[in-house]
């Protein structure tokens, strides 16, 4: 009888498929995965420390850091937890504008998932037809914020400035153009033979496991729990805007899959809505010691001018008190708790990251596949490490 | 209705455990009693009134030079109606928490991360280490009376210092 002998595999940190930084050590017998252990924290930037001794205006473009796939959807969560915090409400526009830049970060998030997920498991076209329309995205950030990845278009009590007619166009231009794109990916995927062999029944979590484990976001959804923050505690208007939570049943792979892909025409929609029902007004609350007087006022009054500089220099102040506040990111919920203490700094600032307790179910999710589905595995619960090691 | 039930099944096992109920910026907010703490966090996931089946997040704050130093707070949300529920509980320095780690899974990262920061070691954990820093890396960064540039960023970094787990 032939002796079976394990043999230990270590993936990553420097690997393709990982996303990043993640490394995997796999314990292998033949090609079946017997046991794995993520390591992580090749990434930590110590985000949390340093924002203990940074002002608050000044922690927002850290919080493009975290899940950089999706820059815009994370200043949404730290912009609308300190705002809880301080007790201001943002005016209607800047909050449609926000529903804008942060449905469209998912969409990008979830355009660098297809592409990356797909090119994993073998599929190479799917990239370059992802790679192409999130460019359009890219391009509508540039436009609007002057920063193509990591946009910093929010602000505290607002967001950087109004919209420009080119960006409006530059969106219409997208909703119109994007159920092409999509339609595009499910013909090359969806019932690809292929691709459905080597995601159906991979990678299987139900509900009360995931649920355990602290899945969140489209991950958690594929198993069939509808938990999306935007119905369940909607934040900056969600409410106004009609969209469906798509659901998975059987939370395998490819119903994560489906999940996400379902999520690209939801998001679309909401930006649809919004850019249509944009409303008229001010994009920053009228708040001195919160924001920014416009350029032309500074040029003409100095008071104007001292306040500018004091914002820029000193930064709001918060109260003492503590806030939970959660957003829906695109990989899941994105929390950020919130101490103040009177002072122009956060005392403490948590970041509740999705992906860190993604990636902790990995050993679940991988342990009796193949080597080769752990690939497949990591892709359809889109981690990020920039979020994971923060 | 369910929540009040929670509470009061609670208070009927354990009578001591909730020291406070409030509400914060309209979030349920409860602090709980050192003694009994496991057993009043497992009443809060396997009740079937409003079980309280996902733990969001575990974080440690540093209140020094406040005695007990640290709060812990535990958010946990229910996928029943999704409510959240905060729950606090006050540790000294050095004094091993509960892992609630056998009640939810998700603990087990999340403490490790507390562990790892904030220095607040928990008993009956399964793999108790560190998470995002390495084996041999010294203090914890997050506690208060870590300076913000490191301890010893004046020195070359040499990576052959690094040990780490295997």
Same mark, same amino acid.
């Given at each position: 009888m032939a002796e079976s002998k394990k043999m230990y595999l270590n993936m990553g940190p420097h690997h393709p498929a990982t996303h990043g930084v993640l490394r995997i050590e796999l314990e292998l017998d033949g090609e079946t995965i017997v046991n794995a252990t993520p390591r992580i924290g090749y990434l930590h930037r110590g985000i949390e420390k340093l924002a203990e001794n940074r002002n608050y205006q000044q922690i927002i473009p850290l919080t493009d850091r975290l899940d950089y796939a999706s820059a815009s959807a994370n200043n949404m969560g730290y912009c609308v937890t300190v705002e809880n915090l301080m007790g201001t409400e943002v005016p209607k526009r800047a909050q449609y504008l926000r529903v804008i830049m942060a449905e469209l970060a998912r969409i990008m998030g979830h355009h660098l998932w297809i592409g990356t997920h797909a090119l994993d498991i073998g599929a190479m076209s799917v990239v370059f037809y992802a790679f192409r329309d999130r460019e359009m995205i890219m391009d509508i950030n540039e436009e609007i #914020?002057?920063? /193509?990845? @990591?946009? @910093?278009?929010? /602000?505290? !009590? !607002?967001?950087a400035h109004d919209a420009t007619p080119k960006f409006i166009q530059m969106v219409r231009d997208f909703v119109k153009w994007f159920p092409k794109g999509l339609d595009g990916y499910h013909k090359l995927l969806t019932e690809n033979k292929i691709w459905t062999t080597r995601t159906m029944d991979i990678g299987t979590i139900s509900a009360e496991e995931a649920v355990n484990y602290g899945f969140t976001g489209p991950s958690l959804r594929g198993s069939g729990? #509808?938990?999306d923050l935007r119905k369940?505690?909607?934040?900056?208007?969600?409410?106004?805007f009609d969209f469906q939570i798509p659901v998975g049943d059987k939370g395998d792979v490819y119903d994560r899959y489906l999940v996400r892909m379902e999520e690209f025409s939801q998001s679309l929609k909401i930006i649809d809505q919004a850019i249509e029902n944009l409303p008229e007004g001010p994009v920053n609350v009228d708040n001195p010691w919160i924001s920014n007087p416009d350029l032309d006022e500074v040029q003409k009054d100095i008071s104007a001018l001292i306040r500018r500089f004091m914002i820029h220099v000193k930064g709001p102040v918060a109260p003492e008190a503590e806030v939970y506040q959660a957003v829906e990111g695109a990989k899941g919920e994105l929390g950020f708790y919130l101490v103040g203490d !009177?002072?122009?700094?956060?005392y403490r600032l948590k970041i509740r990251s999705p992906c860190f307790y993604l990636a902790s179910a990995l050993p679940r999710l991988m342990v009796g596949h193949m080597v080769a589905d752990a690939i497949a595995i990591i892709g359809s619960i889109d981690v990020v490490l920039g979020e994971i090691d923060r | 209705m369910s929540y009040k039930n929670v509470i009061q099944t609670i208070h009927k096992k354990f009578p001591e455990a909730i020291v406070n109920e409030c509400e914060n910026k309209g979030q349920r907010e409860i602090s709980l009693a050192k003694n009994r703490f496991y057993e009043t966090m497992r009443v809060l996931q396997e009740n079937t009134d409003l079980p309280y089946d996902l733990l969001i997040d575990i974080l440690g704050i540093d209140y020094t030079p $406040?005695?007990?130093?640290f709060d812990l707070v535990y958010i946990l949300l229910s996928t029943k109606d999704f409510s959240r529920l905060i729950v606090r509980l006050k540790a000294e320095e050095g004094e091993e928490i509960p892992s609630v780690s056998s009640i939810w899974h998700s603990a087990d990262w999340a403490e490790r991360e507390v562990y790892d920061l904030m220095g607040i070691p928990f008993s009956d954990h399964p793999d108790l280490k560190r998470i995002l820093?390495? =084996?041999?890396?010294?203090?914890?960064?997050? $506690? =208060?009376?870590?300076p913000l540039e490191g301890k010893d960023f004046d020195k070359p970094f040499d990576p052959e210092t690094i040990e780490d787990y295997t």
């Open positions: #914020a002057g920063y /193509r990845l @990591t946009p @910093t278009f929010f /602000r505290i !009590g !607002g967001v729990v #509808a938990y369940a505690f909607p934040y900056s208007s969600y409410d106004d !009177g002072s122009e700094h956060p | $406040r005695t007990p130093r820093t390495w =084996k041999n890396f010294e203090g914890h960064p997050l $506690r =208060k009376d870590f």
